[in-house]
């Protein structure tokens, strides 16, 4: 009987794991991130199907919830349980970047280091540098030739450009997983927006931004 009720238990523990992670994705597509990590939890145990689990929390905890010391003991599990997964690559560059914000989020400071707000700001002081000379160029070509580039630039803009509306629980490591596969492109997002986005880590609801 033992024997028997083990093809039987197992197709049950299966059943159970698929329905598990089917509500925890639905419960986190809708945003209620809470109850969707009590279920992808309910789902863990000790097999190796449990790295996909751990990544799941990991992003949760990181794009949605911005809480990188709990994503890196879940993006650490996932490494530790799969270390030539579908997601080794970007795990490993996650816990790199997580180890940063964690160490800044436990002594006090901003998610974004002191250091990276000073690159930042520098880039943006050259950025307006280079406006100001781009308005000084076009101001003393004609009319016409203004009017041409100004056109062009923005058919371009259109063309290349895209838009998103910022929902509940997005980040700007979230919108670039979103857009471009990688959390890594998040910096561009901000260039993009840099006069609407007020607070890089507290994005509006509702908000449309420029991705390009």
């Given at each position: 009987m033992f024997f028997l009720c083990l093809p039987g238990c197992e197709r049950v523990g299966s059943s159970r794991y698929?329905?598990?992670?089917?509500?925890?994705?639905?419960?986190?597509?809708?945003?209620?991130?809470?109850?969707?990590?009590?279920?992808?939890?309910?789902a863990l145990d000790d097999s190796p199907r449990s790295a996909e689990v751990h990544y799941k929390l990991a992003l949760l905890y990181d794009d949605k919830l911005n809480d990188p010391v709990s994503a890196l003991h879940h993006f650490?599990?996932?490494?530790?349980?799969?270390?030539?997964?579908?997601?080794?690559?970007?795990?490993?560059?996650?816990?790199?970047?997580?180890?940063?914000?964690a160490l800044t989020v436990l002594s006090g400071d901003s998610v974004i280091t002191r250091s990276e707000a000073a690159r930042l700001r520098n880039e943006n002081l050259m950025l307006h540098k280079e406006l100001e000379t781009r308005r000084a160029s076009l101001r003393s070509a004609p009319e016409k030739s203004q009017a041409g580039d100004a056109d062009s630039k923005k058919i371009a803009s259109k063309e290349n450009d895209q838009t998103y509306v910022v929902q509940p629980g997005d980040t700007l490591f979230s919108i670039s997983r979103k857009f471009y596969n990688s959390p890594k492109r998040w910096k561009e997002i901000l260039q993009a927006n840099k006069k609407s986005i007020r607070d890089p880590k507290d994005l509006t609801v509702g908000q449309t931004l420029v991705i390009p």
């Open positions: 698929a329905q598990l992670m089917q509500d925890a994705d639905s419960k986190s597509a809708r945003g209620d991130f809470a109850r969707a990590i009590n279920l992808y939890e309910a650490k599990r996932c490494l530790a349980l799969s270390p030539n997964g579908p997601h080794a690559n970007e795990v490993k560059n996650s816990i790199k970047r997580d180890e940063i914000a």
